[in-house]
């Protein structure tokens, strides 16, 4: 094809406005790159602190990538916990439109709906990689858009902690019976369990949770793992520090884009948008696994005490968790994702329990 007329083909076939720019420079044989559209600028929402350059840094990452994809047109500016809403209601401000998107986690939200969780993770849930194979290839994505279609969000799995530890403890727990009584911070169907076994349980932003552990308004909480709780200095006021975090084996955070604006985009700024959440989903995972190995020698070298919990919480944990998830199933948009979600993770445990599980407690040994 003569120069003059792929420009004139590729012309006739994008709204006016749209910039050629690979063949417009006269790159021989290069694909046409739609570097024009509207001069956009959205507010993201996130839950977070920013200093937490992990969970709050994926999506300074995502926002920076759409700008970069979009030639600086479409431009989305990050807003930490607190500066415009709370951390706690970034559902709601998307929702209404406040926001045109959010980054938090759903199962803040479950007041609202038990089944947001599994956007999240749920207690003796699924790892990391057994939810991204189930979001993107499992039909998870589908069953939680309609969910979300509920308040009028479009989500993108954008981010994963990874197995979370188990938190700060300033009391021991030998046994189960030690949680009685006990105050604690943690959010989703983890506190749910823990409010089965007798934990008395609250709900905090990560930002508020040293002063609450100082002052002793609370015994324990719980928030990611080394890196982000050494960030936030819990070492300084608890002594003890529990694996695993049975509750959060895999934490997934989501991005929620109002369905208004997200239909209102070009569909090049779509496309941008979508690979941005998942180059974020990406990012947040590696960035903990690449920080959290230094922070947690560093707490150990000053002296907290690492504990693993008892068998018989564990195990009583299990049970209480079970029963809890099957609870939600007589509402049937629950059931749909609670069905497909736990037989994902009993098929893959089969594989993984004989691939990934049994080289690492080799190479663990030594
Ligand atoms: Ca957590």
Redesign the pocket.
Known sequence: MQRRDFVKAAALGSSAGLLLSSCASGDSGAPAVQTGGPALRWRLVSSYSRGLDTIYGAAEVMAERVGNLTSGRFRIQVYPAGELVPAFEVLESVQKGTAQIGHTASYYYIGKNPALAFDTTVPFGLTARQFNSWAYHGGGIALLRALFADYNIINFPGGNTGV?MGGWFNREVNAVSDLRGLSMRI?GMGGRVMDRLGVTVQQIPGGEIYPALERGAIDAA???GPYDDEKLGFAQVARYYYYP?WW?PG?NLSFYINRNAWEALPTHYQHALEAAAAEANQYMLSRYDAVNPASFRRLVEGGTEVRAFPRDMLDAAYASAQELLKEGTSDPEYARIYDSYAAWGRDSSAWFGTSEQTFADYLHGH
């Open positions: 979370q959010p719980e928030w990611v975090g959060e934490a």
